[in-house]
């Protein structure tokens, strides 16, 4: 799975729009972008995920670049409780049978976001 | 809440103890995991399991083992652990493993202390 850069942290005011960054310049052709975030001592929580065209859902936004080769996650509207530290992910999805190496989530050291009054 | 639920929370055992941690998912899904995430080391898949079948993975010591009796009940079965596998342990669940049904949806972890 290709690496990803993420700033190690960030703070957003309470309101406005979280925009977290990541690159993720060796991409492969089939491999997806996923978000993920964790709050303290709690299990990841899936986000959202694209390939290539941009993705919202009830949660955030995702813009990939057309080079696919950075994305950013947007919080619209950001609260305390988004307080997280957010992974960004590239994985090849799993083809249907299992293989381990697909199945895998590798996490790197994520952004830690902290939502400011 | 994401559908997958893990108990106990928290857990405190000695190393001849026997325990174990159950995860159930509540998402019709047919692929669940085990997972173990440490201050020291990354995120560690242990297990996966699709349709109640194992995926091998030898480099998990044999302390752990690992059950699944339907798909929608996962346990990990400790006994004769070390201090170093105090972790969070996380139970996920998508599913499938293939095309759009492979997203992971994680359970709230159980926090494990070996004394």
């Known amino acids: 799975d290709a690496k990803t850069t993420q700033p190690p942290s960030m703070d957003c005011a309470e309101g406005r729009a979280a925009n977290l960054p990541c690159n993720h310049s060796?991409?492969?052709?089939?491999?997806?972008v996923y978000w993920y975030r964790q709050i303290h001592s709690q299990g990841p929580q899936y986000i959202i995920h694209g390939l290539k065209n941009n993705e919202t859902n009830e949660m955030a936004s995702l813009i990939i670049t057309e080079d696919r080769k950075s994305s950013t996650l947007i919080l619209p509207h950001a609260t305390l409780r988004d307080t997280a530290v957010y992974y960004c992910?590239?994985?090849?999805?799993?083809?249907?049978?299992?293989?381990?190496?697909?199945?895998?989530?590798?996490f790197g050291t994520g952004t830690r976001l902290t939502i400011i009054p | 809440e994401t559908g997958v639920t893990q108990t106990p929370r928290h857990l405190v055992m000695g190393m001849t103890n026997k325990k174990s941690l159950k995860c159930e998912q509540h998402l019709g899904h047919n692929a669940m995991y085990w997972y173990k995430q440490s201050a020291k080391k990354p995120l560690e898949l242990m297990f996966v399991y699709s349709l109640e079948e194992r995926v091998e993975n030898n480099s998990v010591p044999s302390r752990f083992s690992p059950e699944c009796p339907n798909s929608s009940h996962l346990f990990l079965h400790l006994h004769t652990l070390q201090p170093e596998d105090s972790a969070l342990y996380l139970c996920?669940?998508?599913?499938?493993?293939?095309?759009?049904?492979?997203?992971?949806?994680f359970g709230p972890g159980t926090r494990l202390t070996v004394l």
């Open positions: 996920a669940s998508s599913q499938g493993l293939g095309g759009d049904t492979d997203t992971q949806y």
């Open positions: 060796t991409i492969s052709g089939n491999e997806y």
């Open positions: 992910i590239v994985r090849v999805r799993g083809g249907g049978i299992s293989n381990f190496g697909n199945e895998k989530l590798t």
